[in-house]
């Protein structure tokens, strides 16, 4: 029943982009008009804006920036040669497949120009002509300079080459269509560049041309409308990650993981270490740390947090709503307090002040007292380890509970721990969580 909306929606879409066709003229050198997201080139590229004399010095740089945006995470499958691409990533469309983008010549990029490299990460644009799909977070990638773009085609043309034939996606109708993808387009894409703020400083800069651009942070960071649109204006405001099926809180919020009132040095280690004094990571940013951040350089590291400390914060204040003292939430609360006490406790202390940062403070936790309780269930569930970094090589993890307690045990130790040491009067949520809402997260694969 919930496709019926997206494929209605898409339809109308599709709809409207006929009509609009049919009523202009055909302009384009390949025989579309020329509308936004669809003409046979958008601009003509730029020159390459870095020419750089020291071919092995691009090659580094390319290499950096691919680890800073973690290219590799979705063009490499489990166990895969690296970029060869077959990852699959699911949507609520279906399945986007990773393409092979090493130096083969046949089946990855290795007979592609320069200028075909920026288009794809500028326009959204394949070396044929055909319009990729936004999994490719060329939304964030068009802020890439190109001087980056033309350091990380050095990289990747010097990637071993992989015969390996790109697999086709596997999408619904009418989302695998190219003229769907085009009105997509017209309706929420268009190129752009980073434009440097000259209020802000240099550090300001930089950090939010990595975290808008490269990092491509707002790709989890923000909700999506019905047709897959960031609805936020990438204001990185929080959403649910299909993919993952995991919660990412909002980065602009005192409430979730706004990180305004954290020390700059605090920022650096969750970002850099995967833990600090005031958090620690889980989940699918977990693997972002570790195969990406933990590589960045110290000044880059120091310009993402002095971006994401500034960003202004956009908290509603939030009425105090104490639970309800009926007789079944106090039911579930007694029994979620037994369990916590049985099964917690000894890590995360009676007072839920845990030990930081081996073992995270539950009380005044935001990544608890969310409105979305989806990672506190599946932390309750999977269990989970931080990263494992150079500042954090032997991570302390949390066992998995989802053999040892049923749903509704699930249910009452994190309805208990959202309740308790004032976490409630925090988030101002009343709700307690249900044994349906955790069996609807049981069988979901970690990533």
Partial sequence: MKRRPLIAAGLLVLLVLSLALLSMPMTGADG??????????DTAPPAAADARADAAA??????YLARAGDCMACHTARGGAAYAGGRAIATPFGEIVSPNITSDRQTGIGNWSKDDFWNALHHGRSKDGRLLYPAFPYTNYTKITRADADALHAYLAGVAPVSQPSQPHRLRFPYDSQIALAAWRALYFRPGQFISDRTQSAAWNRGAYLVEGLGHCSACHSSRNALGATDDDGKLSGGLIPVANWYAPSLNSSREAGLGNWTQAQIVALLRDGISERGAIFGPMAEVVRESLQYLSADDMAAMAVYLKAIPDSAAAVQERPLVARHETQQVLMRGARLYRTQCAECHGADGRGKPPAYPALAGNRAIIMHAAINPIRMVINGGFPPGTKGNPRPYGMPPFGAVLDDGEVAAVVSYIR????????????????????NRYRSVPLD
Wanted: hydrophobic share 45%; aromatic share 8%; net charge neutral.
């Fill in 58 to 63: 691009q090659v580094a740089r390319g290499a």
């Fill in 32 to 41: 579309w008009p020329q509308i936004p997201g669809f003409a046979a080139r």
């Fill in 419 to 438: 309740s308790e040491w004032g976490n409630d009067r925090q988030s101002g949520q009343a709700a307690l969580v249900t044994a349906a809402e955790v």
